[in-house]
Structure formats: C-alpha cells, structure tokens
C-alpha cells in the first residue's frame, strides 16, 4: 500500500454519470505505430503490478485474492505460465517492489534501499530527515534545498551518484509509446512547486500548470499526477498535442535527447480518447476524483476497473506499450480500515476486480489484442501479511485493543500490533536523538550518524535484540520482539545501501509481522477518547510488509503471450522482481544500456524465443542463473544465511567485550565482497549470453558456478557459527 505516514487516505467514489459536454464513447481502436518493432511477432505489451493481491491463501478456509478473480487466474493459468515462486526485495513494499521490477535492479543499483519514505542524513549536520521513495524519476531526495543543504542527490539514485537509468527508454528508442497508469515514479507522485517538485522539474516555474498547482493543489493532482505518456521517437502521440514536455534524462547513458512525454489526464485523455477530456473505467463510467472532476482519482482510487480502463484506452489510441498499477483491494478506503479474508466488502471488491478483468480481456480480444500478438505480464509489488486472529464467517472485530491494559482481544481481532519502539529498551540507553521508518521492519537512523561500533549505538541493539513485548495473535505472554537485525555491513549483503552514503540506516530492526513500530505511544481508544499506549492492537491497519518472513516475501508473477510457454501453475523455478525486465526485453529483441540485477526466466520461454547463446548453452547458463540468484537476490539463501549471523552477533556482547560481534561482521564484510566480485562476473556472463556480448567459455561457468558453491557453504557455515 502506498502508506507514507499512519494517516487514512480516504477516497469518495468517482462520480458515475458523465459531465456536461463529455462522449460517452471512446476512440476507436487504433493500430500500434508502424515504427514500434518488436520481436516473436509481439506487437503490444500489457503490464500490471497490484499492491498486495495474493495468489495464496491467508486463512485456509477463504479463497484467496486470485482465486476470488478466476478472470485473471485462468487466463493466467489457461494460456502461459503463472509461478508461485516469485520472490521481492528486501525492504519489501510498494515503491521498492514495483521500482525493482521497472528496473531490473535490486535496491542498492535503483536508488530505492529503504521505501515507501526513507530516511537520510542531512550532509551538513549529519541530523536525522526523511523524504518520500515517490518522486519522479529525476527528482532529488530533498526537494527543498537545491543547493545540497541536505541532500543533493537523486531520489532514484544508481552507481556514481547519476539518476537511475529510466525504464521508458529502449521502448522509446524503438519507437514505442509507453504508456504509464498510476506507476512509480514514472508518473509525476505531486503537485510541489518547490524548486526540485515535481510540477516545476517537468512544467517549469511560472507555467500554467505551476500556477495551477500554486493555487490548487488538489485539482492539479486531478490534472497532472497518476497518468503519463513517454513517447517515441520521432514524437509519436506527442505530434498530436500542444501540451507534450521535453522528457529530460540528462544522465541517461547514451544519451536521450529530443524525446517528450505527455504529463497528466489533463493532457493525455485528450490524446486517446479523440479529444475528450474524460476516460471511462471498464464499466462505462468516467474515471474522475472524489470531486467529480476528470482525471486521476489518486493512487488508492487506482481500482482495477480504473486502471484497466485507462490501459485499454491507451492500446486503442496506438500505445503499444503499457505498464499499470492496481491498489489493493483489503483496504477500504471509504471506511478507513482493513478488511479480513472472507469478509463481505472486500469479497465484494474482489469480485468487482474479477468483472473489470472479464470485460477487460473480452474489450482487448475485441480490438485485436490478445495472447496471440501481446504479451501479457502479471505481478504484485509484494505480498503482505495477514495481522488478525480467526473467523469462521468472514466477520472480524473492528476494534482496539488495549494491550498494555491487559486487554484480552476477541478471537476474531483484526489490526497491527502497534508497538512503541522506545519502551522496549532501558531509558538510559535510548540514544539522545534518533528516528525509525514507521514499519514491520523499522530502518533506525541515529543522529549524528555514529560508527557501526559506537558504544552506545551497541548497547541500543544489544537492548532491542532482547526486547520482549506481548503479541496476542502468538501468545498471551511476552515474546520476542525481533526475528532479525541488520547492521550497515550486513545491509549491504541484502542490497540495502545504494550510492548515497546518507542514506544508510544505522541498523535495520525486522519485527515479528504482526508489529508495526512507531517512536511514540500509539491511540487505543475511538474518537473522541484519547487513550495513548506503548502496545495496542489498531483496526485500521492489518496488512504488514517489509519484513523478512516467506508470508511477505514470496508472492506470484504470470507470463502470458508469444514465445511464452504454457506450464500453468508452476513452483519449479524460483524468481524475483529483478527478473521480469530481462525476461519481458528479452522477449521483445529490445535492451538496456546497463546491465540488471535480473536474469530472462528461460525456463518460461520457448526456446525458438531466446538468444542462440542461450540455446547453444542452456544446462550450464541455467544452472549459473541458479547460483547467481541464491547468492545475489535479497531473499536468497545468501542473504538468508548471513543475516542470522548477523543478527546473532548484533545481541552478542558487552560494553567490555564486543568480540564476537568485531569477527562475524569481519567475516560477512569479507565475504560479501567476494560475493560482490563475483555476482558481477556472473551478472556480466547472463547479460551477454541473453542480450548479445562476450560469451563466457563452459570453462569459466563451471569455475563462477563452483565460486558460488563455495560462497554459499562459507555463509551456512556463518550461519551456524562454526
């Protein structure tokens, strides 16, 4: 869920009649740009990330979330490949997931280490401040000062310090318009007219539609945020209207000059609909905001009927290449609460989901877009976990519950344990000035950015290592609090620390699931009362991500279209986000200017669809796509491994003897850059072979294949403590 801060975001229905002086028509379907040239005879590309939408099951007798939407599951299943083993990063939310599945890229290569807001360092003061993972593309982390008071780099920041490559590019080098719904970052995320906001990054300061935004903000949310096209080369779309903006990329390798975009509903629904200012959802009704204005409703609005009725328009009108985002559908936003499996509101918008893709496909299949000539590609951003009890009915106490009063909660509880982070520990030893990224799994920054070793910075992990707290949904006594720490050492192990030194958190805290941690105590009590307390069960939220348990990290990705195989549902071959650009590029005969984190899922493709090299070296290139990933994906067995060393030497020691803690983390450092060293070799030998480059001999496979061996053994043997 895209959830910067614990604020309820609440979203009005879109008004469903149409406004003075709007068609209820749509354009006609249109053909893709005769210069959009893609491979396997593919001539349209549809992808959706949903937030949180899951394949498996949260309490066993409920369907899941797919299994509610059998539109999509059986399309999915009937006619390519659906797997239940796709993995996400680590931190695992919302701008992190769908940003590594855009770039092909783990965090600490994106820029997006720590999401959906980040904290960082002030480079002057080295205080504590926190910036929003949401930005467009070439955004800065702080949008203020300009002139590096704070922190001057780019919000998507990659190797050197540059902007992150832009996954727009090759499409529009090949001349493709790609077209973006509600997806990070490549859509402008606000209305700031702030020297480094988005409204003055893209339409300049002074502009009309700076103004707008000076003088109201909510209608040029409306207008100008959600909604993007990145057009072609040689213009595309952009030739039809007077409103396209130069798309400036002035770090983009290459080069990326002359190209524009479209910014905003205000200007691209006239583009695709003939000239109307209003796209309808797949029900017929005008996509608006809560005020009944055309245009963007706001990312939590982003229903499935909405998102697909605006990808559906854009292939119409001739936008070959789509990339869309879904929100998730157990949150509801107009009672500004979680709903549980099984309950009848969010059983109710699963069906709505499952509707939107029936009319979807059939809309598609109708204009000529379907499995045969389009490649489809599914996914969710993460998976999340369930914080409730049991319900044999599908109704759940939608209250609080007062644990620190000793409250015994009802059996069919609903909601996040709430938990301040600052009663867990002796007083004495908080440190004087410190903040958390309010999560499952809190990022820790204390001021004044002390060494991993800092005497005191110690004995406030050691503290937290300990912590005990009670969580009602496990036990009725006090439990651990913590599954596993991270220190800037074995964060970068996980590729969580990218090329801002700043932004590298003091440590990492990975809660039990059921936590959400917060610096303050939290309200345990409906309005008007006002009870504050350190651990209390709130209704409102009930969905925990970030965190480092198979429930959240695990989720689903399906592939259908040519070239793909049709396997069904499959578990055989285990993946993560990184992957899907190199498969979906590969596919298409297209490339980056940089080498991803990912490798081509080529166990779901016909072999006729990939590269010679990869044909000609199949046995070998699998199995080093194998090891590759278990020592590179932050959810691999690597990361695994090292983090429970970690996190045992993190709670060991004393303020006279922190020995045992100096030698483990020696030890991972040592050997993540072993790790490093050879995870680029590899990354560099799967590139080639599947995009075309310097082949590596089976020679040299076979040494990176029993390198990577050897790294894993080294990191169970940590693991173990020999």
């Given amino acids: ?182 997806t990070a970052n490549v859509v402008l995320e606000n209305t700031r007219t702030t020297p480094a906001g988005d409204m003055t990054k893209v339409f300049g300061a002074g502009s009309p539609e700076w103004n707008e935004a000076k003088a109201n903000s909510s209608l040029a949310q409306t207008d100008f945020v959600g ?60 996509i608006t905001d809560p005020a009944g204005n055309p245009g963007f409703p706001g990312f939590d609005g982003m229903l499935a009927k909405r998102s697909l009725g605006y990808v559906a328009q854009m292939q119409e009108a001739g936008v070959p290449i789509t990339f869309a985002y879904i929100s998730d559908a157990h949150d509801n936003h107009d009672l500004a609460r979680a709903s549980g499996p099984g309950e009848a509101d969010y059983v109710a918008q699963l069906k709505a989901y499952d509707d939107a893709f029936g009319v979807f496909f059939k809309r598609l299949a109708a204009d000529g877009i379907d499995r045969s000539n389009t490649l489809f590609v599914f996914t969710a951003d993460e998976n999340d976990h369930f914080a409730g009890g049991n319900s044999s009915d599908g109704t759940w106490s939608h209250t609080y519950c007062n644990i620190s009063a000793g409250d015994t909660c009802p059996a069919n509880q609903i909601g996040e344990v709430e938990q301040n982070i600052k009663t867990l520990v002796p007083a004495a030893d908080l440190p004087a000035a410190f903040d958390i990224h309010f999560d499952s799994a809190p990022t820790v920054y204390v001021a004044g950015n002390p060494a991993r070793t ?144 990912g490798a081509a899922l080529v166990d779901f493709l016909d072999t006729s669809a990939v590269s010679t090299d990869l044909r000609a070296h199949h046995e070998s290139l699998v199995r080093l796509h194998t090891i590759y990933k278990e020592i590179a994906a932050p959810f691999g067995p690597y990361s695994a491994a090292t983090l429970v060393a970690s996190t045992r030497a993190i709670g060991s020691g004393s303020s006279t003897d922190d020995s045992a803690y100096m030698t483990t983390e020696d030890n991972i450092a040592s050997l993540t850059n072993q790790r490093d060293a050879l995870e680029a070799q590899m990354r560099t030998a799967l590139t080639n072979a599947t995009f075309g480059g310097p082949l590596a001999s089976e020679q040299d496979l076979k040494s990176m294949i029993a390198q990577g061996q050897q790294i894993l053994d080294q990191a169970a043997a940590l693991a173990a403590g020999s």
Avoid at 103 to 131: C, E, H, M, Q, W
């Fill in 1 to 182: 869920m895209r959830r910067l801060i614990r604020l309820a975001v609440i979203a009005a229905p879109a008004a469903s009649a149409l406004l003075p002086g709007q068609a209820s028509a749509q354009a006609p379907a249109a053909a893709a740009p005769a210069n959009c040239s893609l491979n396997n005879g593919i001539k349209h590309v549809v992808s959706i990330q949903f937030d949180n939408v899951h394949l498996t099951r949260d309490r066993a007798n409920v369907p899941s979330d797919l299994e509610q939407m059998p539109n999509l599951l059986n399309f999915m299943s009937d006619n390519g490949t659906l797997s239940d083993n796709e993995h996400t990063i680590l931190i695992s939310h919302t701008a992190g997931g769908i940003l590594s599945s855009l770039t092909g890229l783990y965090p600490d290569r994106n820029g997006i280490t720590v999401s959906n807001s980040y904290g960082y360092f002030k480079t002057v003061t080295n205080a504590t401040a926190f910036s929003s993972a949401f930005k467009y593309w070439t955004d800065k982390v702080d949008d203020v000062t300009p002139t590096g008071v704070n922190d001057p780099l780019p919000n998507m920041v990659t190797t050197g310090g540059l902007n992150t490559p832009a996954p727009w590019v090759p499409y529009a080098r090949a001349g493709c318009d790609y077209g973006a719904v509600s």
């Fill in 227 to 286: 909604i993007a096209i990145h057009c072609a080369a040689g213009g595309g779309l952009c030739n039809t209207s007077a409103h396209a903006r130069p798309d400036v990329l002035p770090d983009e390798p290459g080069g990326y000059n002359g190209f524009q975009g479209l910014f905003g509903a205000k200007y691209v629904n006239p583009a695709i609909t003939g000239g109307a200012n209003v796209v309808n959802d797949t029900s017929g009704d005008p």
């Fill in 454 to 597: 800092d005497a005191q910075l110690r004995q406030f992990e050691r503290d937290l290592a300990a912590a005990t707290s009670t969580d009602p949904y496990l036990s009725s006594s006090p439990t651990k609090v913590m599954i596993r720490m991270a220190d800037p050492v074995e964060q970068q192990a996980l590729h969580m620390v990218n090329a801002d030194n700043q932004r590298t958190p003091s440590f990492t805290y990975f809660a039990q699931p059921d936590y959400f941690i917060t610096t303050f105590n939290n309200r345990c009590a409906p309005a008007p009362a006002a009870v504050f307390v350190p651990t209390c069960i709130d209704f409102h939220f009930a969905y925990s991500h970030g965190d480092v348990t198979e429930d959240i990290g695990r989720t689903w990705l399906g592939f259908v279209g040519p070239g793909v195989k049709n396997l069904g549902r499959t578990s055989d071959t285990w993946s993560d986000h990184a992957d899907i650009r190199p498969t979906i590029l590969a596919l298409l005969g297209l490339k980056d200017s940089y080498e991803p984190d």
